[in-house]
């Protein structure tokens, strides 16, 4: 039998600004879900963000490093040049380990320009930072990280998607997506603003064209629906009922 794919949900652009717009009671989550949207980025990419890298100025960060959790097995195998850091484990009887790593391609290093509104909000995180550490002295972990725990330690990407997915349930969201889902959610958004420029698309999330044509070239059921609208609209014009018969919205 063949093998079924299942293609991994995504949210129009609405959807993501009324999740972001619930979601101001918990800031750090709500930062990371706004810049896994508006910069296409994957849940360790986020985690992994230098705080350093931050340029207001050029209203932009850069994308150097990836934060994951690895088996000890897996980190012997791993190429000693792509490790950044290795955080002392919590557990000493624990068998995996988090890491900073060097992204796997030259096209994962890369600039994300900043909207406004994003850039606001990590520099208020950025100033959270600063009181946190002034706050902890010598407690304080300071790894530069943006998305960090209040002791500046690292936070686990695989817990940052379960914060997200416990957030949409407590919410009774209906539509629910993970968190790589939003960063499908924001190249598909970006193919359309573009009108399908996915070269430009593309080489701003360190993608391939083909990968991003494969994986996100698809239509929203929101989407799908106006298409419908648009096909009633044009084949059944509205036209005024007969003398002696009432529309069917006086019946």
């Not at 709500?30 to 360790?44: D, I, P, Q």
Request: glycine residues 4%; proline residues 6%; aromatic residues 6%.
């Amino acid at each position: 039998p063949s093998e079924k794919y299942k293609k991994r949900k995504a949210w129009s652009s609405v959807t993501v600004m009324e999740i972001l717009n619930g979601m101001r009671d918990d800031p750090l989550l709500h930062l990371s879900v706004h810049l896994a949207f508006v910069c296409s980025l994957r849940a360790g990419e986020v985690a992994g963000i230098d705080a350093n890298s931050v340029d207001p100025k050029d209203h932009s960060i850069w994308i150097t490093q990836i934060l994951e959790r690895v088996s000890d097995e897996s980190l012997q195998q791993l190429p000693k040049e792509r490790i950044v850091r290795i955080f002392p484990k919590q557990n000493s009887l624990g068998k995996s380990s988090l890491i900073l790593k060097a992204p796997k391609t030259e096209d994962s290093f890369r600039k994300q320009y900043l909207t406004d509104p994003l850039l606001d909000e990590i520099m208020a995180r950025l100033k959270e930072i600063e009181q946190n550490k002034a706050l902890l002295g010598p407690d304080y972990h300071d790894y530069g990280l943006l998305i960090c725990q209040p002791d500046g330690r690292p936070l686990d990407p695989n817990n940052l998607c379960k914060s997200f997915r416990k957030w949409q349930a407590s919410r009774n969201i209906s539509d629910q997506i993970d968190f790589q889902g939003l960063r499908k959610s924001g190249q598909m958004h970006k193919v359309r603003l573009t009108k399908n420029n996915y070269q430009l698309v593309a080489e701003n999330s360190g993608q391939s064209p083909s990968v991003l044509m494969s994986n996100y070239n698809e239509a929203l059921d929101s989407e799908k629906r106006e298409l419908s609208q648009l096909v009633e609209d044009d084949l059944y014009p509205k036209s005024k009922p007969a003398p002696g018969y009432a529309s069917s919205d006086e019946a």
